[in-house]
């Protein structure tokens, strides 16, 4: 079983920055991937920025260029500092895991998301 516990949402004025964290806990063999999705409302949730070992970065075309994504492997924590911040970021934000199990079982964990309002 894995846990995700997510920090770092807030209300920021157009133009500032947050740093979202999201930190893994229990018990797995591996992540392979750690990535950020956000649901605004009244929309689907979308992917914002995912971290794949061994195949690297990828972003929305929406972000590129204000957010950045990074691991830290050793601690199974992954970050999203975002920049520049448009009141169209203003959305929960979820961490995912996709994690290979103790018994080499595949599954994906999802964190209890986090509120970004981006308003003046």
């Known amino acids: 079983q894995v846990q995700l516990e997510e920090s770092g949402g807030g209300v920021v004025q157009p133009g500032g920055s947050l740093r979202l964290s999201c930190e893994a806990s229990?018990?797995?063999?591996?992540?392979?991937?750690m990535a950020w999705y956000r649901q605004a409302p009244g929309k689907q949730r979308e992917l914002v920025a995912s971290?794949?070992?061994?195949?690297?970065?990828k972003y929305a075309d929406s972000v590129k260029g204000r957010f950045t994504i990074s691991r830290d492997h050793h601690n199974d924590a992954v970050y999203l500092q975002m920049n520049n911040l448009k009141p169209e970021d203003t959305a929960v934000y979820y961490c995912?895991?996709?994690?290979?199990?103790?018994?080499?079982?595949?599954?994906?964990?999802w964190g209890q998301g986090t509120l970004v309002t981006v308003s003046s």
């Open positions: 971290d794949t070992n061994g195949r690297g970065t």
């Open positions: 229990g018990s797995f063999f591996s992540i392979v991937t």
């Open positions: 995912k895991a996709e994690v290979i199990g103790r018994t080499f079982s595949n599954f994906d964990e």
